[in-house]
């Protein structure tokens, strides 16, 4: 939101904006447009501006586009996403990029995982086809693999498994247990020597490595592992190149009402001057730096449904 809040559409970029939106806070003279945005989890419900209809507070890329889908610029100026377009939208919506991400998978530090596997190995454990540790490799335990997924909200969860499936989302299998909150190892359910949960890769190092991590918003006993030999972190804790342009690597995104976003009124010029590519977030590349994230030099470019 421009003096005002933002739907909050998807967690991983939580941070980030919430940073950005204070560093701008301090930079812009008074009287010009501000970021603010509301986080993912609290109460319910939330009126995202003054005198605005309460509506309930999203919680993922699917429900935080609704949300702006649903309710007029009185309410909401933009949404924010790890999705790209996708068929079936609604038209006409802006899809904004500012960064890149990557999902990876995590196991918990000293459990029966293994420190890699492969695009199949990973496929096969999510399908089902693999339920023991042995029919990976025979030098592991011999015990049952947990796979986890994000509650069915999270773009992690569909991100991971389209890639999975080589651009088409798998059906996950039977034996596959959904519910834990994304990029969240610190639900209990995770704490297990068998488990596997898909992860983002810019969230962890923004909680482990950024400093932004809360004692409930990390990765618990999760370590981030390998897909493919690739690793998902340098040695400089950014997200590893070769990893991201793997199909793990994926944009974050702004979404808008595109009449809104392209125009010529105060209101267009205000969210232009902070989405667009020569806004405050594309030109301050090492804020999204700062949060485990990596600039793009599509920065503000648009995607119309």
């Known amino acids: 939101m421009l003096n005002s809040a933002a739907a909050?559409?998807?967690?991983?970029?939580?941070?980030?904006?919430r940073g950005r939106a204070r560093e701008?806070?301090?930079?812009?003279?008074?009287?010009?447009?501000?970021?603010?945005?509301w986080d993912a989890t609290g109460t319910n419900p939330i009126t995202p501006?003054?005198?605005a209809v309460p509506i309930n507070r999203p919680d993922g890329s699917g429900p935080g586009f609704t949300a702006l889908i649903s309710t007029t610029v009185s309410t909401l100026d933009f949404a924010r996403s790890s999705r790209?377009?996708?068929p079936g939208d609604p038209k006409p919506y802006s899809f904004v990029p500012f960064a890149k991400d990557a999902v990876t998978w995590s196991a918990e530090a000293g459990g029966h995982?293994?420190?890699?596997?492969?695009?199949?190995?990973?496929?096969?454990?999510?399908?089902?086809?693999?339920?023991?540790?042995?029919q990976i490799d025979p030098s592991l335990a011999n015990a049952t693999v947990k796979p986890y997924l994000p509650q069915s909200t999270s773009d992690t969860r569909v991100a991971f498994l389209k890639a999975l499936g080589g651009g088409t989302a798998i059906a996950p299998g039977a034996c596959v247990t959904?519910?834990?909150r994304n990029d969240r190892g610190t639900d209990p359910v995770l704490d297990d020597i068998d488990a596997v949960f898909p992860y983002s890769v810019g969230v962890c190092i923004?909680?482990?490595?950024?400093?932004?991590?809360?004692a409930v918003e990390s990765p618990g006993p999760l370590t981030l592992r390998s897909i493919n030999t690739i690793a998902p972190v340098d040695a400089a804790q950014n997200i590893n190149a070769p990893f991201l342009a793997t199909p793990y690597g994926r944009l974050l995104w702004h979404i808008f009402r595109s009449a809104e976003y392209t125009g010529a009124d105060a209101h267009g010029v205000a969210l232009r001057s902070v989405f667009g590519p020569q806004g405050w977030i594309c030109a301050h590349?090492?804020?999204i730096v700062a949060y485990g994230f990596v600039p793009i030099a599509n920065c503000g470019s648009i995607t119309n449904t």
């Open 49 to 51: 501006k003054a005198g």
């Open 8 to 17: 909050r559409t998807s967690f991983r970029d939580q941070g980030v904006v």
């Open 24 to 37: 701008r806070g301090r930079a812009v003279a008074p009287g010009l447009p501000r970021l603010y945005s």
């Open 206 to 214: 923004d909680q482990v490595h950024r400093g932004h991590g809360t």
């Open 178 to 180: 959904s519910g834990p």
């Open 113 to 134: 995982a293994p420190a890699n596997l492969t695009t199949a190995q990973l496929k096969a454990v999510y399908e089902c086809t693999v339920t023991n540790w042995l």
């Open 84 to 86: 790209t377009v996708a």
């Open 285 to 287: 590349p090492a804020v």
